[in-house]
């Protein structure tokens, strides 16, 4: 079992800034693909950036430049650093592991794909 916990939301004006951080226990993360999702009110929850195996960072287009995950295998701690943020960032933040997922290169997109998901930490950028 992979628990999963979130951190780091909060209310900030447009163009701030934020870090999430994802605490996860019951298994390590080295090795893992492992990623941050987010679902606005009404909206499918769709993935902001993911990491696979090797550390190495995904993002999909709509999410580049502004985001960036890296993962402290030390910790245990997945992270997600935002700037920049625009009111349209504002979302509950999910994170997402799977110890046993054949980690496609820059982590998988798909939702379905992962087993284990955080409670969530919410996002809320005013303009």
């Known amino acids: 079992q992979v628990q999963l916990v979130e951190s780091g939301g909060a209310s900030v004006e447009a163009g701030g800034s934020l870090k999430l951080s994802c605490v996860a226990s019951g298994h390590t993360t080295s090795g893992v693909c492992m990623g941050w999702f987010r679902q606005a009110p009404g909206n499918e929850r769709e993935a902001v950036a993911t990491i696979d195996g090797k550390g190495r960072p995904g993002y999909p287009d709509s999410m580049q430049g502004r985001f960036t995950i890296s993962l402290d295998n030390n910790k245990n701690t997945l992270y997600l650093q935002m700037t920049s943020l625009k009111p349209e960032d504002t979302a509950m933040y999910y994170c997402?592991?799977?110890?046993?997922?054949?980690?496609?290169?820059?982590?998988?997109?798909?939702?379905?794909?992962?087993?284990?998901w955080g409670q969530g930490t919410q996002v809320t950028v005013s303009s």
């Open positions: 997402a592991a799977n110890p046993l997922l054949l980690c496609p290169y820059g982590g998988s997109w798909v939702r379905d794909d992962y087993g284990y």
